[in-house]
């Protein structure tokens, strides 16, 4: 007999920790099947183990990768523990199937099923093993089955039958799995949600952010830029859970406001500017005639752009056209104005926007509190009508009109909990990050790689508004920004070069 003839491989395969903790483990399994090969002259090439832990895809992957190892090394004995530890499925039993009757030679050892199943075996031992494939088919359906079952169960519960997206983490609560904020990793998640906002901020540049804050796949391993998309689109972080393509409302704390989540959906499905795009104004949108309250429009005449409102009034007819690039000109002194040549009162601002931070949480813990407190009132309150339903005082309807009401009101307090001390802090760091913006806000403005619909963010987080009026224009800063440019100019005479 040729030598290759005695080459093998080892399959093993667990289904459930149940089987790991009955002695069913992967090593138990490769050791049972060492020893069978050892005992008839076998020599083993390589082993493949298939983890209950893997998903459904790498399971098949491991599977696949093991066949076409065989059919490349040419070898002639594959070796598992029993039928069900093999094929799951009519596909690997079709694909068993074909490898085996394509050679006389190759062979399928079940050391526990006491088959060794080969092109020639009798119809009797094809028959027993066709049996043993349906059978593995059923038992993997029924777990299947029953794990749907469960799902079901938690989703009607409000919770979700799997692991959650980064910013949360697993606990046992009262016997049960469910999911809460992680106290590593929710401030950085609340930060990536507002960063995305920002100008210039992409899905690439933030799955950059979030491996630089420490936010890691489960490996520990940078998030790739479409897992990065899946994780901001979840919509996981205001409380609703999306499984198997359907919404459920969920019991988990939110991470972030609505707001805040819709706004960032509604920067990422903004399409970029397309080349049949004939104009992009940079004021689109932004600048408005006073007396009319309407947005001025823009159109191209001989290479510029000339705007104007709609031009109803008697007031607004009697303005001209102004041109674009004049009212860019303004905007660009007073981005000017904001830029600070001392840190001390940037580090000045900072301070004062994180003691009023300070006093709001405070404020917020004292009301989390004072919810605490009526949380627990009405759980005690539907414990007693509960009492009275089995005591006969009130009727089957009657509890379950009150019951329902409890339950809506504890979800309402729940979701608020969660959104008191988010609100302040959601303010706190989008105030830092306009600080932070209105340092570097001249140049974005100035540069012509930056779109026109990032220049246009940047407006509206610094000025409050920009009006058109009798042919003036008026631009008025954001409280913070007002504050800002007052305190440079401040600095600037003081230093000595004021303009």
Not at 35 to 55: D, H, P, Q, R
Not at 94 to 100: A, F, I, K, N
Not at 479 to 490: E, Y
Request: aromatic share 8%; with cysteine.
């Amino acid at each position: 007999m040729d030598n290759t003839d005695k080459l093998a491989v080892i399959m093993a395969r667990v289904s459930s920790k149940g089987q790991e903790e009955e002695g069913f483990s992967l090593e138990s399994q490769v050791k049972h099947l060492t020893i069978y090969c050892n005992n008839n002259g076998l020599v083993i090439l390589k082993t493949f183990k298939i983890a209950e832990s893997a998903s459904k895809t790498e399971q098949r992957k491991i599977f696949k990768e093991a066949m076409a190892f065989i059919e490349q090394r040419k070898i002639k004995n594959l070796i598992v523990e029993k039928v069900d530890r093999h094929v799951r499925n009519l596909h690997d039993a079709v694909e068993t199937h074909d490898w085996l009757t394509s050679d006389d030679s190759r062979k399928v050892h079940f050391v526990k099923d006491s088959i060794v199943l080969h092109k020639n075996s009798r119809s009797q031992e094809w028959l027993n093993w066709g049996m043993r494939v349906v059978l593995a088919k059923n038992y993997i359906d029924n777990l299947r089955e029953e794990a749907m079952k469960g799902w079901t169960e938690k989703l009607a519960q409000g919770w979700m039958p799997a692991a959650p997206p980064p910013g949360y983490m697993t606990v046992l609560r009262d016997g049960k799995r469910v999911h809460d904020l992680d106290p590593r990793t929710y401030k950085s998640m609340q930060r990536i949600f507002q960063l995305m906002l920002e100008p210039q901020q992409t899905i690439e540049t933030i799955r950059h952010k979030m491996t630089e804050f420490g936010i890691l796949t489960g490996k520990d391993r940078p998030f790739s830029k479409s897992h990065a998309h899946r994780i901001l689109t979840n919509p996981f972080y205001i409380g609703i859970i999306r499984f198997n393509g359907n919404e459920y409302p969920g019991r988990q704390p939110h991470l972030i406001s609505d707001e805040l989540y819709y706004a960032v959906q509604s920067k990422i499905s903004r399409k970029r500017p397309t080349k049949y795009r004939k104009h992009n104004p940079i004021l689109k949108g932004i600048l408005v005639c006073e007396h009319c309250g309407k947005n001025v429009t823009w159109q191209l005449q001989k290479g510029r752009l000339y705007g104007s409102c709609q031009r109803r009034l008697e007031a607004c007819k009697k303005q001209s056209f102004i041109r674009e690039d004049t009212i860019v000109a303004l905007i660009q002194s007073k981005l000017d104005n904001l830029i600070c040549p001392s840190q001390e009162v940037i580090t000045w601002l900072t301070t004062l926007l994180q003691n009023d931070f300070r006093l709001s949480i405070n404020n917020a813990e004292e009301a989390q509190k004072a919810m605490n407190e009526r949380i627990g009132r009405i759980k005690r309150m539907d414990e007693m009508l509960y009492d009275d339903k089995l005591a006969g005082l009130i009727s089957n309807e009657r509890y379950l009109s009150k019951h329902e009401s409890f339950i809506s009101e504890l979800n309402d307090l729940q979701k608020q909990k969660g959104g008191i001390s988010q609100k302040y802090e959601e303010k706190y760091m989008n105030g830092i990050a306009n600080i932070k913006l209105s340092q570097d806000a001249k140049r974005m403005f100035s540069d012509t790689n930056i779109i026109n619909d990032d220049k246009r963010l940047i407006l509206t987080k610094l000025f409050e508004k920009i009006s058109l009026k009798d042919n003036s224009i008026s631009v008025t800063y954001t409280k913070l920004a007002q504050a800002i440019a007052r305190n440079s100019g401040q600095t600037r005479e003081i230093l000595g070069y004021a303009k």
